[in-house]
């Protein structure tokens, strides 16, 4: 019998380290890997993935690839323990195929390319299932997520095509942070998995959801009742991974003046009990939002949000007296 995922209260994140070193500064990716923590920026000529240590953020180790990434985005851990690098970064909705690169615990990293069944996304979100399938989950403003997945664990550079497998629409969460106030609370901008695989979660700018998953399947699992788990405050969030005590750790980039950091919620994963099973959203479907005009990812993407609102807000009011 399904087990319906209860209310909980959760405890504010608390701060673990200041992420000051300027490779970091637009820190988007984090993978715990049960003996420390690895993270990626969304910037860079070339593949790099850092090492950091747990109490002061510092970087112990970098690992590297000879591959010259568009914008990667996210971070994550396949079952053989490699790390896969998401350059799926499209602001513009202009790259004709987006990639992933895995870099192994020994040898070279590996590029393979993939492309949409319908057309240039923005994916700032990054999954690995159990058959070490990528999930990648779409940041759309004004509609839902697309979650696109390859049907066979890929093999070489590809073209490897992507098959839409499903949505995903997060609740309205009144939690205050991000770069873009309510717009970005409902933004995917990263995505971690439990290292026992039971458990996902996306993320936006000012929260986390948890999604249960029953028999390794994460596209039924998204189609659940998530668990809210705030993250108030980040200037901009967008790394998160879970520690193999079922810590969840999030991140954020420095942004104006203020520095990343690295934060907390002891005991996360434990929020969602073992053997909740996937309950679809109850009540009447929430219709899909009107399409957002085409030149407002872009205008987000280049960090003119406060412009992208106020022009928003002045189409609405137009809309209404034309009407």
């Known amino acids: 019998m399904a087990v319906t995922v209860p209310a909980v209260t959760v405890a504010a994140p608390q701060p673990l380290c200041t992420v000051d070193d300027p490779r970091l500064a637009e820190l988007s990716g984090l993978v715990a890997d049960g003996s420390g923590l690895w993270a990626m920026t969304d910037g860079g000529r070339r593949v790099e993935v850092h090492r950091l240590d747990h109490t002061t953020c510092a970087v112990t180790e970098t690992r590297r690839a000879d591959i010259d990434p568009f914008d990667a985005e996210d971070l994550a851990r396949g079952r053989d323990g490699a790390l896969w690098v998401a350059d799926t970064g499209d602001n513009d909705r202009t790259r004709d195929s987006v990639a992933v690169v895995v870099l192994p615990k020994r040898g070279k990293g590996v590029l393979h390319r993939l492309t949409y069944p319908d057309g240039p996304h923005d994916a700032e979100a990054l999954l690995v299932d159990a058959e070490q399938r990528p999930l990648l989950i779409t940041k759309e403003i004004g509609n839902q997520a697309g979650i696109y997945r390859t049907d066979t664990a890929p093999e070489g550079a590809g073209p490897i095509p992507l098959t839409k497998v499903g949505t995903v629409s997060l609740p309205a969460s009144d939690t205050e942070g991000g770069p873009l106030g309510g717009i970005g609370s409902r933004l995917v901008t990263g995505a971690a998995a439990t290292p026992d695989g ?42 998160i991974t879970f520690d193999e005590d079922g810590t969840l750790i999030s991140g954020s980039e420095t942004r104006g003046g203020v520095p990343g950091e690295l934060r907390v919620v002891p005991g996360a994963a434990a929020l969602v009990p073992v053997g909740a099973s996937v309950v679809p959203a109850s009540g009447t479907p929430t219709p899909e939002p009107e399409p957002a005009p085409t030149w ?28």
Request: charged content about 20%; hydrophobic content about 55%; aromatic content about 4%.
């Open 296 to 323: 407002l990812p872009a205008a987000v993407g280049g960090g003119v949000a406060v412009l992208a609102l106020v022009v928003l807000m002045l189409a609405m009011t137009l809309r209404g007296r034309r009407r």
């Open 198 to 239: 039971r458990l996902v979660a996306l993320r936006t700018y000012t929260d986390a959801w948890l999604f249960p998953v029953v028999d390794g399947d994460v596209v039924a699992a998204l189609r659940g009742e998530p668990i809210r788990v705030p993250l108030p405050g980040e200037p901009q969030g967008e790394a």
